[in-house]
């Protein structure tokens, strides 16, 4: 480990602490205030490490903070992304520890210890990884490449306003690649870098019966019950063999060929540990696949929450006015987000009985990503992940999404690196949130390599 980190671990450690503390959640405006001070603190920071022209940009919604720091224009430039919200911590009563009072402890996975917050590891543990790496190159004279960084405040929401904020600063956004740390890798003994990423299409449905809330035994058995007709229009969404029944779903999937779904098996998986780790009995999904082919190369429709009718303490009679339910897809090559909400629309739409109303709204979405494996960029994080870890990494498809990733390729014309350091075991949008403390040492120590890996290859 670089001397640099080492006589810094408790600071660095420290202030990320204070950065966890700040309740930046985007998604809820009662935390508006939060998210401005989350944007100024993180825009201080930059500041503090030896950036230039750090600044808060805004939106209109959450702002932007960018900072950067050209050593000479001759050099590479990497724009770095990340997004400083958070996920609602909601339910607030399965956490072991309150979401925004962070604590350090170890566990079985993490036995050098483990931060648990809301956004430990997604993804302020991450970008501060790379606000320390930049601290570090610079004071130690150590920057190999001209750096920019562009740090979003609603990613979680789906970056609806950092189109507009590139598309008008594609002159200030100009640079060779975009690394991103908000993924992960395999273990902490087995490095990888993410090759792909898939979409998203962000759905609510309402579905209304009578006009008002009735009483279950004036009028159970005469009047169709909203959440009876929900549910069953849900479960008709998947046939008998784990496939999405939404007309047209896969008419675009890109299948992958023989050999590459062979590389992704070559990467190490328990699945008996997986059951363990998420207590559960069987997995379960689209037949025809592994289970780490379900998580990472297929499209998937889930219910995200439903709700309708009383959930108080006690029993309540009542036969409900309306149901409801989020739903995300998430999506592969070459579905379009845009196209795929269209036809789950029409669809659901289609199969609503004329005893109810349905009302189909969309949220958010994105498009799916794939990275060029022989790419400069993926090379450098290849070579910066060995290097730090000391062993090779293994190529690996991520599971989840980042709406803007395909937009920067679409406006900026430029490729994103995936080049995160969290573990799938990290309760990502979960209760009980967490980000090894060996994790976000390793990056901070693997992000300079990076940087001279790609100045390296670039030449």
Not at 143 to 166: H, P, R, Y
Request: net charge negative.
């Amino acid at each position: 480990m670089n001397t640099y980190i080492e006589d810094n671990k408790q600071r660095f450690l420290d202030e990320l602490v204070e950065f966890l503390k700040i309740p930046s959640v985007s998604a809820d405006p009662k935390f508006d205030a939060d998210m401005q001070k989350a944007a100024s603190w993180v825009m201080s920071k930059l500041a503090d490490a030896g950036m230039d022209k750090a600044e808060i940009c805004e939106t209109a919604g959450h702002p932007v903070v960018y900072a950067e720091k050209i050593v000479d224009e001759s050099l590479p430039t990497i724009l770095v992304y990340g997004h400083y919200d958070v996920q609602p911590a909601d339910p607030y009563e399965l956490w072991d520890s309150p979401p925004f009072d962070p604590v350090i402890k170890k566990t079985k996975i993490h036995p050098d210890g483990a931060i648990f917050a809301r956004g430990a590891c997604d993804d302020k543990g991450q970008i501060y990884m790379h606000v320390k790496a930049i601290e570090m190159m610079i004071a130690q004279n150590a920057l190999t490449c001209n750096v920019k960084v562009m740090f979003e405040g609603e990613e979680e929401v789906g970056s609806e306003n950092l189109e507009t904020f590139i598309k008008e600063n594609k002159e200030r956004l100009k640079a060779d690649i975009i690394l991103i740390s908000d993924t992960s890798i395999i273990a902490n003994d087995i490095p990888s870098v993410e090759t792909g990423l898939r979409g998203l299409s962000y759905m609510e449905v309402e579905v209304t019966g009578p006009n008002r809330d009735l009483h279950s035994g004036v009028y159970g058995g005469a009047v169709a019950n909203p959440a009876n007709v929900l549910a069953k229009m849900i479960a008709s969404l998947h046939d008998e063999n784990g496939k999405v029944t939404v007309k047209g779903f896969y008419d675009k999937v890109i299948d992958l060929s023989v050999e590459e779904r062979e590389a992704l098996e070559s990467a190490p998986f328990d699945e008996e540990e997986y059951k363990r780790d998420l207590d559960i009995a069987e997995v379960t999904g689209e037949s025809g696949y592994t289970t780490r082919e379900r998580a990472a190369i297929r499209p998937t429709l889930d219910v995200n929450g439903m709700w309708s009718g009383y959930i108080g303490e006690g029993s309540k009679t009542v036969l409900p006015s309306k149901a409801n339910a989020k739903i995300s897809m998430r999506l592969v090559p070459d579905q379009d987000w845009k196209e795929i909400s269209d036809l789950f629309d029409a669809h659901f739409k289609a199969i609503a009985p004329p005893s109810v109303k349905v009302k189909v709204s969309r949220h958010h979405g994105g498009q799916p990503y794939v990275t060029p494996t022989d790419s400069i960029g993926y090379k450098a994080a290849f070579n910066a992940m060995e290097e730090a870890f000391g062993q090779t990494p293994v190529p690996t498809r991520g599971g989840g999404s980042i709406p803007i990733v395909a937009l920067f390729e679409e406006v900026l014309g430029l490729k994103s690196i995936l080049f995160g350091f969290g573990l799938d075991s990290d309760a990502l949008h979960s209760p009980n949130e967490n980000y090894g403390l060996f994790n976000f040492y390793k990056g901070i120590e693997a992000i300079p390599l990076f940087y001279k890996h790609y100045s390296a290859l670039s030449k």
